[in-house]
């Protein structure tokens, strides 16, 4: 396995265990800072490493850039939590930024971060689009969209098969 760096801003532990460490300078406890930019190694694996990692099906579509299916609705959209890729686990997206787009796929007006994801202009289908790819692994997720909503007016339209999914309680999700 080849790896580089790159700068990757994770919100992590987004879903808070035990967010703070101890520190003895300072009232005995310093919260863990989530919204500064974090060296991370970017990761790269043969197509026979991520076919084994994934199945063919999810393989197709978030390394061959194929199209999910589409489903209108999921349990996942009454679950509070956070979208992770399905190939190297970063987290991409929460569900306060998911929404109904009415498209049959998870759309989101914003990602955790606009350093956990990557876009780049997709000519397939005869058609001019932005394709969305995890920044870390190069998963593809989706494309994004000029017709969102408020506040970005953005859609970020995804593969839900690109997507994994953590649950958390309510409380434990810190404000983005």
Request: proline content about 3%.
């Amino acid at each position: 396995m080849k790896t580089i760096k790159v700068y990757v801003t994770l919100k992590n532990n987004i879903c808070k265990k035990n967010n703070t460490k101890k520190n003895t300078k300072k009232n005995n406890r310093t919260s863990v800072k989530l919204n500064k930019p974090v060296l991370v190694k970017k990761i790269y694996k043969t197509d026979d490493e991520w076919k084994k990692q994934l199945g063919e099906e999810i393989y197709k579509i978030a390394r061959e850039k194929g199209t999910g299916l589409r489903k209108m609705s999921s349990d996942y959209d009454k679950k509070i939590g956070i979208y992770h890729c399905v190939c190297c686990n970063l987290q991409l997206f929460t569900s306060f930024t998911k929404y109904n787009s009415g498209s049959g796929w998870p759309s989101f007006y914003m990602p955790i971060s606009k350093y956990n994801v990557k876009t780049e202009i997709d000519k397939s289908l005869d058609m001019t689009r932005t394709s969305v790819a995890c920044s870390r692994c190069g998963c593809h997720l989706g494309h994004l969209f000029n017709d969102g909503p408020p506040p970005t007016g953005l859609r970020y339209c995804m593969n839900s098969e690109s997507l994994k999914f953590t649950s958390c309680k309510k409380k434990s999700i810190t404000n983005l």
